[in-house]
C-alpha cells in the first residue's frame, strides 16, 4: 500500500502568522481531507496589522522542493500562490511545465486583501507568458483581474469581457472574484466561465467584517483539494464557494487587526 491518500501541492509563500499563503493552504488541504504538500518560493513577517518584511527563496532550492516532491509522491492537484518575481515564476513554470502535478489552479496573488503588493509589477507578464498557458483554472480577484486584463471592470459585461480575454491567453478556466471593496454591498458576485464555454455567476451574501486574511488562498487551494477528489470543476468551485463563505462567517478571534479565516468550518456549520 503506497501512496493511494489523495495528495495535494501549494507552491506558494509562507505567512509567519498563518493566516493567509502556505498555511492557509495547508490548513484548507486538512479541513477538505486532502494531504497537503508545500513548496515555499518565499517568506513574508506578517501579523494580523500587516506585512512587515519578506523574502524570496532561490530558485535553486525551489527547484530541490519540487524534485523532492517529484520524486517521492503521486500529487493529483496542484496551485500556486505567491510568486514573487519573474524569475521565481520561470522557475516553476520549467519544473511543472510537463504536468508532473496534475490538474493546475493558478491563483495570480498579487496584492494582500489589506494592499501589500506580493508580485513585482514587471512580473505580470511572465506571469501570463509562463504560467496562463499551464493553467486548469485562474482565479484572479478583482484587482488582480483589472491588472492582467487591462479593463476597468465598472459592470457585469466588462467582468464577463475580461474573463474572455484572460481565456484567450491560455488558461482553460476563469474564475474572478467580485470586489468587496464597499461595505454597504450587500453580495459579493463572482464570474466563472468553464472550458466548454458555460458560464455563470456565483452570489454569496457579503460578510462584514475584518477577518478575511487568507481569503483567496483558501479558496483556490479548497478548488484544488476537490479537484484531487474526484469533482468537477464546477462543483469544485461551488463547493469551495460555501466552505469559504462559511469559514468567513463564522469567524475566530486571532489578532488585533485583519484576522484569519476560520478553517475548523464544517460542511454542516452554516
Ligand atoms: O492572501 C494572499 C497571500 C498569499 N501569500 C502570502 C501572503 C498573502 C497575504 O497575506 O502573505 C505569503
Not at 532561490?58 to 514573487?84: C, E, H, R, W, Y
Not at 504536468?99 to 501570463?128: C, N, R
Amino acid at each position: 500500500m503506497m501512496n493511494e491518500f489523495i495528495q495535494v501541492l501549494t507552491i506558494a509563500g509562507s505567512d509567519s502568522d498563518g493566516s493567509a499563503g502556505a498555511q492557509a493552504d495547508l490548513k484548507t488541504f486538512m479541513a477538505r481531507g486532502v494531504y497537503g504538500m508545500s513548496v515555499l518560493t518565499a517568506a513574508v513577517a506578517g501579523n494580523s496589522y500587516g506585512i512587515h518584511d519578506s523574502i524570496n527563496m532561490p530558485s535553486s532550492f525551489i527547484k530541490s522542493q519540487i524534485k523532492d516532491i517529484k520524486d517521492d509522491f503521486n500529487v493529483s492537484a496542484f496551485k500556486t500562490g505567491m510568486l514573487s518575481d519573474s524569475e521565481i515564476i520561470r522557475t516553476v513554470a520549467e519544473e511543472i511545465k510537463d504536468k508532473p502535478f496534475g490538474t493546475f489552479v493558478l491563483d495570480p496573488v498579487i496584492i494582500t486583501k489589506h494592499g501589500a503588493m506580493l508580485l513585482e509589477s514587471e512580473a505580470y507578464q511572465t506571469l501570463i507568458d509562463e504560467l496562463f498557458p499551464l493553467a486548469d483554472l485562474i482565479t484572479p480577484n478583482f484587482y488582480e483581474a483589472k491588472k492582467l486584463s487591462g479593463l476597468e471592470l465598472n459592470n457585469h459585461e466588462e467582468i464577463v469581457e475580461a474573463a474572455h480575454k484572460l481565456r484567450d491567453l491560455g488558461p482553460k478556466n476563469i474564475m474572478i472574484k467580485g470586489e468587496h471593496a464597499d461595505e454597504s454591498m450587500d453580495s459579493v458576485e463572482d464570474f466563472v466561465l468553464l472550458e466548454d464555454g458555460q458560464s455563470f455567476w456565483i452570489s454569496e451574501p457579503y460578510v462584514k467584517t475584518e477577518h478575511v486574511n487568507g481569503t483567496g488562498d483558501t479558496l483556490s487551494s479548497s478548488i484544488v483539494a476537490e479537484i484531487a477528489k474526484g469533482e468537477s470543476m464546477e462543483n469544485a468551485i461551488r463547493i469551495s464557494k460555501t466552505f469559504t463563505y462559511h469559514a468567513i462567517k463564522n469567524e475566530i478571534a486571532v489578532g488585533h487587526k485583519y484576522g484569519p479565516i476560520n478553517h475548523f468550518i464544517k460542511d454542516d456549520v452554516k
